[in-house]
């Protein structure tokens, strides 16, 4: 006597799109699975590759159908671009210090010069820079107080300019022209 199968008991309605998910994983999981060919294998993934494209191509027209989405996006790539390149020119700039600091102090130890190297040779070029920095702004407060001595601004500049204002940008009335020499009649 061939037993017969209980019907499964009734569940409660649900949405139509979650009850066809579960249909179809209870037919998956009661047929037995059909041995792939090559063309079921090509098919599935048309299939994939088409339903991509697909979505690129609505997620592209989107962007550009919309003015502030396409700004946003360029903005943000530009941004990103931006970043990048500053951190690799650092990075890549780095590399290349150490690089030539590692040839400047092997050559120099190659040379017999042990002691040099270019951190000491960066700091004695820093320590004359301030020198001269130093010997520029005394020379020029010496000849800051020469003129404060003088009196005035250096010679040749006379005390107003050419449009008759003076070193100060103040307004000055130009002097009054004198008249002319009388012939005597």
């Not at 009850?19 to 009661?30: K, L, V």
């Not at 002691?115 to 130093?134: G, N």
Request: hydrophobic residues 40%; proline residues 8%; glycine residues 10%.
């Amino acid at each position: 006597m061939a037993r017969k199968k209980k019907a499964p008991a009734r569940k409660p309605a649900t949405p139509p799109a979650r009850e066809a998910a579960r249909e179809a994983a209870r037919e998956a999981a009661e047929e037995p699975a059909e041995p792939e060919t090559l063309e079921t294998r090509v098919k599935a993934i048309h299939a994939q590759l088409t339903g991509k494209i697909s979505a690129e191509a609505n997620g592209l027209l989107e962007i550009l159908g919309s003015r502030r989405k396409l700004m946003w996006v360029n903005f943000l790539a530009g941004l990103a671009r931006g970043v990048g390149f500053f951190l690799g020119v650092t990075l890549i700039g780095a590399l290349v210090l150490a690089g030539l600091a590692f040839f400047f102090n092997t050559a120099a130890e190659r040379l017999g010069y042990k002691d040099i190297t270019l951190e000491s040779a960066v700091k004695k070029a820093v320590a004359q820079f301030t020198e001269i920095q130093k010997i520029v702004g005394e020379a020029k407060s010496d000849l800051e107080e020469a003129q404060d001595d003088a009196g005035g601004p250096p010679a040749g500049t006379g005390p107003t300019g050419a449009t008759g204002e003076t070193v100060d940008g103040d307004a000055v009335e130009p002097p009054p022209a004198e008249p002319p020499p009388d012939d005597g009649n």
